[in-house]
């Protein structure tokens, strides 16, 4: 960790709070604390939808999100409401190590990512768990960790425990050096006030190839860039004319005009000329503005090879989308969003 770094934030930091901390952000993060340490075991089990709602709404994790109650009710309907209920306890009250029930729940439970999840889990005991999430992401970075996970498949329980060991060295630095008592949630208050603008500008070259989990992970970033930006991403069905299910599905209702739609299809190692005929096969539907193959440089100068002498074919609807601009795009869009909400949700019962 770079130590010079982290003492001047840390100094200009301290400073800067000194004459604001009583003031209402203070006063909305404690509430904020209150209200989910009153929530045991028992008392998320017992959880009706109404309350459910309130309980992941109030989250940090999810102000990029306008239409919030479309989420939640898409968490119930994806992982079913008891289950769902039943593995947020396990994952903060269980017996069983963090590493183990963290695990288990990212096994367990689709649309939950590690920042909901240490969000959660830094509520119930902010002296041993950190929130991890972009900001954190891009303080450690600037600080100069290394081994940092770049992707959320990336983060085990037993990676996340290695990371929260770095944010208890920044907790034992403020004590030993300010002497301030204060927890880990106080750490990622000062990655977002001071930190989160000032990662190094580097960038990761990622491949989707053999790379299960990040196929994944590059379709939800999609799926949620169309929601971000007003479009019904929960659409399911084959590709018109195949019996191919497309990745993703961005559409629109248009008045009397009936539906827009843009169909994404993540390539890895799979037949390219299946992929061609599957876009194809997309781009004849009316509806279907655009066809987009979705993958990293290597593999989508290869398709582009494939297509150069059918490129009629698609009517003019075939694009093209490098998933490091798709990671660009869910970060940004994400950041902003967040941005904009916490500054129109001002107060903690908002």
Known sequence: MNQERLMKQLDDYLKKIAQYENLDDQKE?????????SYDFDKIL???????????????????????????????????????KKSIAYLLYGNDPIETRWDNFKDRIKGFGPAMMSELLCYIDSNEYMIWNTTAQKAYKYLGIENIPHHNYQLTGKKYIELVQYSKQIQTIIKEKYHRDETLLFVDYFFWDSLRELEPNDTVNETVVNN????NEIVDYIKNIGSLIGYHTDVKGNIKNSGKIADAIWEFNVGNLGKIKYVFEVQDNGSIDSLIVSLMNASQDISVQAVVAVSDEKQISKIKQHCAQIEGSFNGKLKFWDIAEVERAYTELSSSMEIINRAINVTFNN
């Open 29 to 37: 993060r404690n509430e904020r604390e209150i209200f989910y340490r």
């Open 46 to 84: 017992s959880m009706d939808e109404e309350e459910f709602y309130q309980y992941i709404s109030k989250l940090w994790a999810m102000m990029i999100w306008g239409n919030k109650h479309y989420i939640v009710d898409k968490y119930i309907r994806d992982n079913g409401f008891e289950n769902l």
């Open 212 to 215: 299960k989990s990040y196929h």
